[in-house]
């Protein structure tokens, strides 16, 4: 069963880095089409340019404004940057049933940090997902904000984070229930009392 789990994660895993490098290279042909720019145009200021990245993506100043589906989204984005170390954990826990983080792996905060962040990630790609299928075109028409896009592999991204997460609370669940606390109690003072007086 573990020799399984390892050759189907590992198999998945390059698959799916190979079809990502493809996207990658796809993409950055794509962009090189566009018109040549000044010397350091993509790089020069790197100190504001990581400072505007920070406040665009940790302050979702655009999305917030869209009520609830910014809140959502904010909670999405937040887990795919927060949670990365679960998927070390995940692999190491492929090999060895114990494997924890060095120093933060059984780290109170920590795990509360990333049970709370794994929780309303689910919670939150849950609610993009009912909205989407309540604001399809084919309900809305040319009204839907989803009027032009594929559909389908939109609900096939929200289903790939969603089952992410559910995997993410399922795994803590597990490591929870195998370093929790012991079946069994310690004898009280009164039982060793009356297995000492039994044995005279």
Not at 83 to 97: I, K, Y
Not at 176 to 192: H, V
Request: hydrophobic share 50%.
């Amino acid at each position: 069963m573990q020799l399984a789990a390892i050759v189907i994660s590992l198999v998945t895993t390059l698959v799916g880095t190979a079809l990502a490098a493809r996207a990658a290279l796809y993409i950055f042909t794509f962009v090189k089409l566009g018109a040549d720019e000044p010397p350091r145009a993509r790089t020069g200021e790197p100190v504001q340019r990581a400072r505007t990245v920070a406040k665009e993506f940790f302050g979702h100043t655009r999305m917030t404004t869209w009520g609830v589906v910014g809140v959502a989204h904010w909670f999405v984005a937040t887990g795919f940057f927060c949670l990365v170390l679960t998927l070390v954990t995940a692999f190491g826990q492929l090999f060895d049933a114990n494997f924890a983080l060095p120093i933060i792996g059984h780290w109170w905060p920590y795990e509360l940090f990333e049970e709370v962040i794994g929780l309303l990630t689910t919670l939150g790609i849950a609610v993009l997902i009912v909205i989407r299928a309540l604001s399809l075109p084919g309900r809305a028409g040319r009204k839907s904000r989803f009027a032009g896009s594929i559909a389908w592999q939109a609900f096939f991204v929200e289903y790939v984070i969603l089952g992410i997460g559910i995997c993410i609370l399922v795994l803590r669940g597990l490591e929870g229930r195998a370093g929790g606390p012991p079946t069994t109690r310690p004898p009280t003072r009164s039982a060793t009392r009356w297995r000492c007086c039994s044995r005279a």
